[in-house]
């Protein structure tokens, strides 16, 4: 069992409604594995979560070998170059984990603060080839892949024999994310005389949750909206349901993607970012444009319409994501935080 002691650097904001980040799952799994991990940092406020980030990178300097940093496109991109700075000051070995599909963005955006953050890393963790083919277009070879996981006896399998329009989003409601699309293929649905049903699982960001609300009861549309729920219970939630949709307009390897491919629900997603990366269209997913109604709409038809198909995407993708597994990928963690 791994004896070594690592300070968590992230966004540990599930206890106060917010989605379970990778700080919540990989802490977690780490701890099982006999590491001893710190985490910062859960302060609502953002000032006040940054100083808690720095206070823990300069209370655990003598006692950790390695930070580990959730790194992400958005405004939170700052907490991570904040923290890499205090590192690099302190002489700490940290390494970013590298999250959302706007990152290479941001790497052209902010040159400098980039370079520093990712050239001065021990090493930087790309969930995805994505990333890692963009990450070294800008010149970054210290970077390494290791998918995003999940523990599979977790997702119990079950193909959709008949598939039906009922239909499952889960993910943050936020303009990235593009939610408002999937109340328009459910439009588009029920013009086509389906009898077309849409549950949307996931916590508000930016107001987007609270648009939606409103825009399906002006219009009175089918959609269930449950706020965050824990994975057991969307789990549990996703028995009820047979098409996943995926609507974003900016990705990387989405984990709600993979616990669905793993549930045996066939998949309707965008084809942006990473997503290409981690589904192969008509094999184990159906991809489609970004913002393109109708080509959603089509594609959930296709499956209703072709049950065979819908079977053939689900296993495919079941097989696909046992690479994914925590029994797999630990060991890549043990190999990078060994050296």
Not at 42 to 60: C, E, G, I, P, T
Not at 91 to 118: A, V
Not at 140 to 166: A, G, H, S, T
């Amino acid at each position: 069992m791994p004896n070594q002691e690592l300070l968590y650097i992230g966004n540990k904001l599930a206890t106060s409604g917010a989605t379970i980040s990778t700080i919540d799952s990989l802490g977690s799994q780490l701890e099982f594995e006999g590491y001893t991990v710190y985490m910062a940092s859960s302060k609502q406020n953002k000032l006040l979560r940054l100083l808690d980030m720095m206070w823990a990178v300069f209370r655990y300097r003598r006692k950790v070998s390695c930070v580990l940093i959730d790194t992400y496109s958005t405004q939170n991109f700052f907490y991570a170059v904040g923290v890499a700075n205090l590192c690099r000051l302190l002489k700490m070995p940290y390494i970013p984990i590298l999250h959302g599909g706007n990152l290479p963005e941001r790497l052209r955006r902010n040159k400098r603060l980039s370079w520093k953050l990712f050239n001065g890393a021990k090493i930087n963790v790309s969930p995805s080839a994505y990333l890692m083919e963009e990450f070294k277009k800008e010149g970054y070879n210290n970077i390494i892949e290791i998918p995003n996981n999940i523990v599979l006896e977790n997702y119990p399998f079950r193909l959709r024999p008949e598939p039906k329009p009922k239909l499952l989003w889960v993910r943050s409601f936020a303009e990235i994310y593009n939610p408002a699309l999937a109340l328009e293929v459910v439009k588009l649905l029920l013009k086509s005389d389906y009898q077309a049903s849409l549950c949307m699982v996931g916590p508000d960001k930016d107001g987007s949750l609270e648009r939606c609300k409103k825009i399906a009861a002006e219009t009175s549309l089918p959609i269930k909206f449950t706020g965050r729920l824990s994975k057991s219970e969307w789990i549990d939630l996703s028995k009820e349901y047979d098409i996943f949709i995926n609507t974003t307009n900016f990705d990387n390897t989405p984990v709600s993607v993979i616990e669905a491919m793993a549930l045996g629900l066939p998949v309707v997603t965008t084809n942006v970012g990473g997503i290409p990366y981690l589904l192969e269209n008509k094999r184990d997913a159906l991809l489609v444009k970004p913002n393109d109604a109708d080509a959603i709409c089509e594609s959930v038809i296709s499956l209703i319409e072709n049950p065979q198909t819908a079977v053939h995407l689900a296993s495919n993708a079941r097989k696909k994501v046992e690479k994914f597994d925590w029994e797999e990928v630990k060991h890549l963690w043990f190999r990078i935080l060994k050296a």
